[in-house]
Structure formats: structure tokens, C-alpha cells
């Protein structure tokens, strides 16, 4: 009697198991990979902004930040490691630097150095609405290793310049001259939340003709809120 009864128990037993495992199995079978999982739609960047190449005489601050926030939404290629992302978002290009960009008499620009003990801050400011577009990749993963390599087309929505000096602080907007359009290569290469960022505008900083080719940059770090 005592040995029927323990292998019924190892029966049940083993029914018991065997459910598991077809359970989990399904739970398994019914979750989406998690390339198939849209994500990293809200990115913020924080980066040192400098210019290529720099006007003769040019020096900026050793830390000049800039800030970008984006909307995307991201569109996973199929069950592959790539997906595509595109959105909306904010760019703000700033500039700590020893001078000012004048105008000259025939409608030239010319940057012209002020010595720093004349003034206690001096910064040029670019803000942007730009339309963003990446190309991702990234690992199979909880917290995926990525690669993303993208642009932004963008367009000035105010630009001044602010100085601190002995006469308190003033604000100088809309500068002459500067081109409203921008159209910048961008590249993330990170881990998680967060990643490496760099970006480089293939429109100079002036629209003039004959304007110097001064292309703004910058690298920086990215973080993913959601």
C-alpha cells in the first residue's frame, strides 16, 4: 500500500513538472524579443560645443555645454538587430568665447578678440527645432549595447549673444549673418541608458558668400529616459 502511494506522489509529481515547463515554455514563446521592443524615445544630450575650424585668435572656454532634447519613435526592422528612429526635438549650440563676430564694411565677417579682463562672460547662443533621423542597432539585450548613426535637419528659432562685464548684463539678438538652416551628422555608441555622443554641422556657422567655413560641433553624453 505504501508503495502505490509514493508512486502516485511521484506522478503527481511529475505532471506537476511537466506543466511547469510547458508553461514556461509558452510564456517564453509568447514574449516579443527584445529587438521587437520599441525603446529609447526620449534622449537627452548634454555636450562640449566647440567650432572647426576656429577663426585666427579664436579661443572658447574649456567647458562650453550645449543641450538636446528629442521625441522619437522607434521603429524596429522586423525581428533584426536595427531598427529606425525619427522625432522632434530641441538643440541648444553655445559658445563661451574670448570676442565677437563683426561686420565689416563690405558685408564680411570677422571675428574680433576682446582681452578677458574686459568682460566676465561673453556667449554665443544657437537654438534650434530640428527633426531627427537614426539609423539603430543594437544587441539582443536587458541592457543592449547600440550604435546609432543619424542626423538632424534643424532651424534657428533665436540666437543672441550675452555678455557679463562691468555695465551689468546684456542680451544682443538676432545676429547678423548666421545661417538659420543646419544640417548635422550625429553618432551614439553606448550601453543602456546611456551612451557617447558627437555631432558635427555640415553648415557653417555664416550663410554669407565667401563666409569662412566655420562648422559647429560637439561631443558629449546621451541619456535615455524611457
Known amino acids: 500500500m505504501a508503495i502505490k502511494v509514493a508512486r502516485m506522489r511521484l506522478v503527481i509529481l511529475g ?3 511537466l506543466s511547469t515547463i510547458v508553461g514556461i515554455g509558452q510564456s517564453n514563446l ?4 527584445f529587438i521587437s ?11 562640449n ?8 585668435d579664436f579661443k572658447t572656454r574649456a567647458w562650453s555645454p550645449g543641450f538636446n532634447a528629442a521625441l522619437m519613435f522607434d521603429h524596429p526592422i522586423k525581428k533584426s538587430i ?19 563676430f563683426h561686420r565689416t564694411c563690405d558685408n564680411k565677417i570677422q571675428f574680433v578678440e576682446v582681452p578677458s579682463s574686459l568682460y566676465e562672460k561673453n556667449k554665443l547662443s544657437v537654438n534650434f527645432v530640428e527633426v531627427p533621423v537614426e539609423l539603430r542597432f543594437r544587441t539582443k539585450s536587458e541592457s543592449p549595447f547600440k550604435i546609432y548613426l543619424g542626423g538632424t535637419i534643424g532651424y534657428a528659432v533665436n540666437t543672441h549673444t550675452k555678455i557679463i562685464d562691468a555695465d551689468g548684463k546684456r542680451k544682443f539678438f538676432d545676429i547678423w549673418g548666421l545661417e538659420k538652416l543646419r544640417y548635422c551628422g550625429t553618432v551614439r555608441v553606448g550601453k543602456g541608458r546611456i551612451a557617447a555622443y558627437g555631432f558635427f554641422s555640415f ?14 560641433s560637439g561631443v558629449g553624453l546621451s541619456f ?3
Do not use: K
Not at 521592443?37 to 555636450?47: E, G, P
Not at 560645443?49 to 585666427?56: F, N
Not at 536595427?82 to 565677437?100: E, K, R, T
Open 30 to 33: 509568447s514574449e516579443p524579443p
Open 37 to 47: 521592443q520599441s525603446r529609447d524615445r526620449f534622449v537627452m544630450d548634454l555636450h
Open 15 to 17: 505532471c506537476l513538472l
Open 49 to 56: 560645443d566647440v567650432l572647426m575650424p576656429a577663426p585666427d
Open 224 to 226: 535615455y529616459l524611457f
Open 82 to 100: 536595427f531598427s529606425l528612429a525619427y522625432g522632434v526635438g530641441f538643440s541648444s549650440y553655445n559658445l563661451h568665447i574670448n570676442g565677437f
Open 203 to 216: 553648415s557653417p556657422l555664416f550663410r554669407l558668400e565667401n563666409a569662412p567655413l566655420w562648422n559647429p
